[in-house]
């Protein structure tokens, strides 16, 4: 064999080596991709159920019938006539 032969052999196993090295990397990091989307899909699912739990816990905490009962412990009555002062000038207080 005369040097040129080695040297395009030498440059082939290194070009092939390169290739392998790379379709190896590539394939690592795609696994990585999986598995990350895998678990930003699940932390997703999980935020979402808890979303949807504080918010029913938030309008059972806020609903009408919990603001009548507030309202009873506090001794409110309900309005039944409601009458209005009219003003007549733009001050509504004159010393």
Known sequence: MDNKTKIQYIIS???LALVVFSYVNQVGSLTQETYL???YQEQI???SQES????YQFLQSNSFFEVENI???LNFE???KVSYIEV????VVVK
């Open 13 to 15: 196993f290194l070009l």
């Open 37 to 39: 989307i895998e678990k």
């Open 45 to 47: 699912s999980n935020y």
């Open 52 to 55: 949807r739990s504080l918010e």
């Open 71 to 73: 309202a009873r412990e």
């Open 78 to 80: 309900e309005a039944s």
């Open 88 to 91: 007549l000038g733009s001050e």
